[in-house]
């Protein structure tokens, strides 16, 4: 079993910034890429960032300069820093890990897992 705990959100004021974390924990072989993604009421989810193993990073042009993704590989954390948050920016943030897993002599995936998201609020 592998489960993504994510950590870090909560109500900040325009223009504030906020440091989400992602905890990947179970029984996992290696990390492929890492992503957080968004959904904000009555919208579609959306990606918001995304790392690859070589940390190569890319962003929805809507928060770039202003978010950013890192990883440390041997904590299995994913975090994204936001700066100069807007209100909307206001979302559930979820984190994304496709990972390969440990099974009985063999190793499974590479497959998709999620978070059960945390909450920013940007309002003043």
């Known amino acids: 079993q592998v489960q993504l705990v994510e950590s870090g959100g909560g109500l900040v004021q325009p223009g504030g910034s906020l440091r989400l974390s992602c905890v990947a924990s179970g029984s996992i072989f290696s990390i492929n890429a890492m992503d957080w993604y968004r959904q904000a009421p009555g919208k579609e989810r959306e990606l918001v960032a995304h790392?690859?193993?070589?940390?190569?990073?890319t962003y929805a042009d809507s928060v770039k300069g202003r978010f950013t993704i890192s990883r440390d590989n041997a904590k299995n954390t994913v975090y994204l820093q936001m700066n100069s948050l807007k209100p909307e920016d206001t979302a559930v943030y979820y984190c994304?890990?496709?990972?390969?897993?440990?099974?009985?002599?063999?190793?499974?995936?590479?497959?998709?897992?999620w978070g059960k998201g945390t909450l920013v609020t940007v309002s003043s």
């Open positions: 994304n890990a496709k990972l390969t897993t440990k099974g009985v002599g063999i190793i499974l995936g590479p497959r998709d897992y």
């Open positions: 790392i690859t193993s070589d940390e190569d990073t």
